[in-house]
């Protein structure tokens, strides 16, 4: 399957690429230097609609599906990796609503969600247990029929900085069906955030802590049934998380080889350029090759996703093999530019410390080498996206906004 791609998502990439190169490339110097959050391009980003590409129409979204969705990200992510990581954090944070909410919720949230008022977070990882779920420590307890006490400690929450809703993932009893899944406002009280510490690479983008301090949630804002909190996490992981890792590191990808490409193609050596020198082009042609098959793996993968075909294994390789492409691309582009590569904030320095940034999340190398694994060796479980199906919305959705400053954002 090659055919991913209509004439509306041509459009669509062009939309998103003007824009990243308006809004996205000239902040880049200044987030390298401070590390900070860049809450106003978050704001304008939400403000265009894209938090709303798999949110159907009916809830004010654009109804254009997952390949929609990556191109997004990954335009985004090729002019700056904080772009990309922004945009599909929240788009992550829709995804628990969208398979499990009520309509009730989805009538509520997905509007704000869509129109960009709100960026939603989901809030599921916590220090001590990192990918294994099930070892969470946070809590809820059912204080009467009609209220939920939460407390506990979440780590690396994306867009943990701007806002919420937050998507929590608590322990309400033993077992596998111990876990429930809620929202919670961010200025709840008991709700904390603490003040932002600068990572290895994505400067511009937040994920940090979200402490819950016996914050008290209303039962209408459980999300899915008590005991099926393991499905939200898993299936938001499955279907959003991974596709969207995929998608920021191809962007990388296509960053590292334009990079690298104008770099050899302008410095001169031995009376030539550089790209000359055979050396040269087989790092060129190795990344290429990487570039293609990353790029021909992650879109089969999100284009069966909205054909509401089972493609479980196909979103963890894509995940798996695009976030090590990137990887290697972005080393060998530090070693293509030498000692110039080292400076920090120089395209080759910083793209290889956004691409280390990915491999962890959404399921680690070996997390994702395990279940292909477990596929392979049986019995198959029932698939994520033969179970939660998202076929893409028929005929043609909504166009990107025209970008503006001063859009209605969130704040």
């Not at 004439?7 to 987030?31: K, N, Y």
């Not at 402490?211 to 209408?220: A, F, N, R, S, Y």
């Not at 963890?316 to 080393?331: D, F, W």
């Not at 110039?340 to 910083?350: M, S, T, V």
């Amino acid at each position: 399957m090659t055919d991913f791609f209509t004439d509306a998502h041509d459009r669509l990439r062009t939309q998103v690429a003007d824009f990243a190169a308006a809004e996205v490339a000239p902040r880049i110097d200044h987030t390298e230097r401070t590390g900070g959050v860049d809450r106003e391009l978050a704001r304008l980003i939400a403000a265009q609609g894209w938090i709303g590409a798999t949110i159907p129409r009916e809830y004010a979204g654009m109804g254009a599906g997952h390949v929609a969705k990556t191109v997004i990200i990954e335009e985004l992510a090729r002019a700056g990796a904080a772009a990309g990581a922004i945009a599909q954090a929240s788009q992550l944070g829709v995804a628990k609503l969208l398979h499990f909410g009520t309509d009730e919720q989805k009538q509520e949230w997905l509007p704000l969600f869509a129109g960009g008022s709100l960026l939603p977070t989901i809030a599921v990882t916590e220090h001590g247990s990192g990918s294994h779920v099930l070892g969470m420590q946070s809590t809820g307890e059912q204080t009467s029929g009609k209220q939920w006490r939460l407390s506990g400690r979440k780590a690396w929450v994306g867009n943990s900085h701007l806002g919420g809703p937050h998507g929590v993932v608590v322990r309400t009893g033993p077992g596998t069906k111990g876990l429930t899944a809620f929202l919670v406002e961010g200025d709840r009280p008991g709700v904390h955030v603490p003040p932002h510490e600068p990572r290895l690479g994505l400067h511009g983008f937040a994920f940090g802590e979200l402490h819950l301090d016996g914050v008290l949630i209303p039962d209408t804002h459980r999300i899915g049934a008590v005991g099926e909190g393991l499905d939200v996490a898993y299936s938001s992981s499955l279907l959003y998380g991974r596709p969207h890792l995929t998608a920021v590191a191809l962007g990388i990808l296509r960053a590292a080889v334009d990079h690298t490409s104008a770099h050899v193609l302008g410095l001169r050596r031995y009376d030539g350029p550089l790209a000359d020198l055979p050396t040269i082009r087989q790092h060129l042609g190795a990344m290429e090759a990487r570039l293609t098959t990353s790029h021909l793996t992650a879109y089969h993968a999100v284009a069966c996703l909205d054909r509401g075909r089972p493609c479980d294994p196909a979103l963890m390789t894509a995940k798996h093999g695009t976030t090590n492409a990137a990887m290697t691309t972005a080393r060998d582009a530090l070693e293509i530019h030498g000692a110039a590569g080292l400076i920090a904030g120089q395209p080759a320095e910083r793209l290889y410390r956004d691409a280390a940034c990915l491999r962890a999340p959404a399921g680690t190398d070996a997390v994702q080498l395990h279940r292909l694994a477990a596929r392979t060796l049986g019995p198959h479980h029932p698939q994520w996206s033969a179970r939660l199906p998202t076929p893409v919305t028929s005929g043609p959705y909504h166009p990107a906004r025209t970008h503006t400053a001063d859009a209605t954002a969130p704040a």
